[in-house]
């Protein structure tokens, strides 16, 4: 199966943010940002804001004298022995984080062994999670998480997943076309949310944005009531911006 890299604004917030975490590791007795600026050729506002996600997210730390050094969440993610435990969740507290600041459910899923999965999730009473009435693995034309995962398959990719999950309809606006379906796959922009405006449940509207990490496919998404539909764009568009620590987690 190829897949259809084409990097987003997270993918490159997250590739700079390894190289400051990369910078930092190396100065074991802490590193200034005026020094982190000239070996990483990054601009002080953009260093500012990656500095002050890495120090969000426990990546680094700032000593008594300004300097940088290596955080308890990278410490975390280094040893072997937790690993896995130790990303689960570190990639839930981003979750409940970027819950709250698009005042949504937020899910997480990947596409594995030709299979949707949401391997993680953040909902609250205020931001319930949607109703899986229909199994996420059997239902990728009509939801923002399926339809964002094909769009990074290529395109035998996609039609090897239609031919082995039948499109049923499951309101009456899922589209249950493979051919309509992949003409709108296929020119879905990469840096655009994929969008489910209640073609999955009645009374539910999400989006989707890509996450790939390495040969990974996956994605970031939220979930609203069809009432709050006014906000899915900007909640979409945060919840783009703010992948970055998402993606950082899972190349670490």
């Not at 260093?47 to 410490?75: K, S």
């Not at 996420?136 to 009509?142: C, D, I, P, Q, V």
């Not at 890509?210 to 994605?219: E, K, L, R, Y």
Request: aromatic residues 4%; contains cysteine; proline residues 4%.
């Amino acid at each position: 199966m190829a897949l259809k890299h084409e990097p987003t604004a997270p993918y490159h917030s997250a590739q700079d943010a390894l190289r400051v975490l990369e910078t930092v590791a190396r100065h074991t007795t802490g590193v200034t940002d005026t020094e982190l600026a000239r070996h990483t050729g990054l601009g002080p506002e953009r260093l500012t804001a990656l500095l002050r996600m890495l120090r969000r997210e426990g990546y680094v730390e700032q000593v008594t004298d300004g300097a940088y050094v290596t955080g308890d969440a990278l410490a975390r993610l280094g040893s072997a022995h937790h690993r896995e435990e130790a990303l689960r969740e570190q990639l839930q507290r981003t979750l409940d984080r970027l819950r709250d600041s698009v005042g949504a459910a937020v899910y997480l899923s990947r596409y594995v062994e030709g299979e949707v999965k949401v391997t993680q999730y953040a909902d609250s009473p205020a931001t319930p999670k949607v109703n899986e009435w229909v199994d996420f693995r059997y239902s990728a034309h009509a939801t923002a998480v399926g339809k964002s995962l094909l769009t990074q398959l290529d395109h035998n990719g996609r039609r090897d997943h239609l031919s082995r999950h039948k499109m049923a309809r499951l309101t009456s606006r899922t589209i249950t076309s493979d051919r309509l379906l992949l003409s709108r796959l296929e020119a879905q922009p990469p840096t655009v949310p994929v969008l489910d405006l209640q073609e999955y449940a009645v009374g539910t509207v999400c989006a989707a944005v890509p996450i790939t990490a390495g040969s990974t496919v996956g994605c970031l998404a939220l979930s609203l009531p069809v009432e709050h539909a006014h906000r899915l764009r900007q909640a979409a568009e945060t919840l783009n911006r703010s992948a970055a620590p998402v993606l950082l987690s899972l190349a670490l």
